[in-house]
């Protein structure tokens, strides 16, 4: 089929090369140049593992333009997957989706179905419908259908070449008969129900994981206090089918482009009909509250931070990927600076984006040695592979104060019990091998 994907974000690009790999011709579409520059020539704009190699493999089916008139004309079929960013008030911002709704209309010259992708709140797809079907240049049918996505960023391309389900909101028969064909060869249920049920399924489940990470927090917050260990906990609860075992990681909260904006946007389309959903705002003070875990511990150890070395590994909301919406580190490392701190930050894909909102002020470095050497405390903020597997004894030989505060409890605490540290983490009794048990001056 002839498909065009407006928008070349996480969604977007991801889409449109997924689908070029089972066969589809796709034209991708955006309003950035140089980034359309870049796609051309095999180059992802973002770091997504897995995805650029998928893009050079099927470069005969692909395309990118910033001409989307030219690109929507003739398709027969148009994903919409632009972005809908959080609003002040919490609520999403749709002005980009209906601005490729109103291009759409003034553009299309055959009959197709417009498929939204990007995760909108609920009877967003109506208003869509309408929206196109009043601004018509010529004389044709429009479809319109839901097909939320439910990738995870770091396992994009596995999620969407290998999806749980495919979810499709449909009113009519022609648009459902249409996303079917698009998806026959993904070896997945399907899941077809009207518009408001898939947008629901899309937001209901990204808001019941938020609820799972919030509670295990809130869980490992009480184990500390009464001396119980969290990991065991999870492991405990993680047998019974009926919970699972993933998303029972405790930390430092979630971050990213989709739990926090879906949290609040659910919450805040619930409050517009006079209602609250209490579960649901209940996840999103947790995870507010517990962005700011390690700065409340080192609070144990330092008055202030003011002249002290401060070591920071990790940038990313998490591994795998170099985004840093939400990310822990962006509410955090303000508050060091303003305390007086000299931050020392790692990251292996992260830095380039965080030099962006914070040239200066901040030392980066490329090794966790370097960013690690005479640091008087070492927060941990993404569990990246180069972390967990870097040796725990080698904080104590090359911090001045080897302090380390985990916020992704990546090390085993047999091991932290050999090194010569104070090792501080989330659920789990704090291994203090420096018998230190005073605030430092």
């Not at 939204?116 to 709140?121: G, L, Q």
């Not at 196109?132 to 596995?158: C, D």
């Not at 875990?293 to 609070?299: A, D, G, M, V």
């Not at 904080?395 to 085993?412: A, K, Q, S, W």
Request: glycine share 6%; with cysteine.
């Amino acid at each position: 089929m002839k498909i065009a994907v407006a928008g070349t974000g996480y969604v977007g690009l991801v889409t449109g090369v997924c689908l070029a790999e089972h066969g589809h011709s796709v034209t991708c579409v955006d309003i950035d140049e140089n980034k359309v520059a870049l796609m051309k020539a095999g180059v992802s704009p973002i770091y997504e593992p897995g995805l650029e190699e998928l893009m050079v493999k099927n470069m005969e089916r692909l395309n990118f333009t910033t001409d989307y008139k030219d690109a929507y004309k003739d398709a027969d079929i148009i994903f919409i997957a632009v972005g809908t960013p959080e609003k002040q008030d919490g609520s999403a911002n749709l002005s980009y989706v209906y601005e490729v709704a109103e291009q759409i209309a003034r553009s299309v010259e055959k009959d197709c179905v417009v498929v939204v992708k990007s995760t909108v709140p609920i009877g967003t797809n109506d208003k869509i419908e309408d929206l196109i079907k009043s601004n018509l240049a010529n004389n044709v049918n429009v479809y319109v259908a839901s097909n939320p996505e439910f990738l995870s960023q770091g396992t994009a391309v596995r999620d969407t070449l290998h999806a749980s389900r495919i979810v499709i909101g449909v009113e009519d028969e022609i648009a459902g008969e249409v996303l079917k064909e698009v998806y026959k060869n993904f070896d997945c249920p399907i899941v077809v129900t009207n518009r408001k049920s898939a947008e629901m399924i899309k937001y209901a489940s990204n808001d019941f994981l938020a609820l799972k990470i919030s509670f295990i927090n809130e869980i490992a917050n009480l184990c500390e206090i009464i001396g119980a260990n969290i990991e065991d906990v999870a492991l405990g609860m993680g047998y019974d089918e009926r919970i699972g075992n993933r998303f029972l990681n405790a930390g430092i909260g979630y971050g990213g482009s989709c739990f926090p904006k879906d949290t609040k946007a659910l919450h805040w389309l619930a409050n517009f009909h006079d209602y609250e959903l209490k579960t649901v705002k209940a996840a999103i003070d947790v995870n507010e509250s517990q962005k700011l875990k390690l700065i409340k511990k080192s609070r144990k150890y330092f008055d202030s931070l003011k002249g002290l070395n401060v070591a920071v590994l990790g940038l990313t909301f998490k591994p795998g990927t170099d985004d840093l919406r939400e990310a822990p580190s962006l509410v955090n490392i303000p508050l060091m600076l303003e305390d007086g701190a000299n931050v020392k930050a790692w990251d292996p894909v992260g830095i380039e984006n965080f030099k962006k909102l914070y040239p200066h002020g901040i030392t980066y470095c490329y090794s966790i040695e370097d960013t690690l050497r005479d640091a008087d405390v070492c927060f941990i903020f993404t569990e990246w592979d180069e972390v967990k597997n870097f040796d725990i004894s080698k904080y104590g030989e090359l911090m001045r104060r080897p302090i380390v505060l985990d916020g992704r409890n990546c090390y085993d605490l047999i091991s932290a019990k050999k090194a010569n540290i104070i090792y501080d983490s989330i659920g789990r009794e704090t291994i203090n091998n420096l018998e230190i048990s005073f605030v430092y001056d």
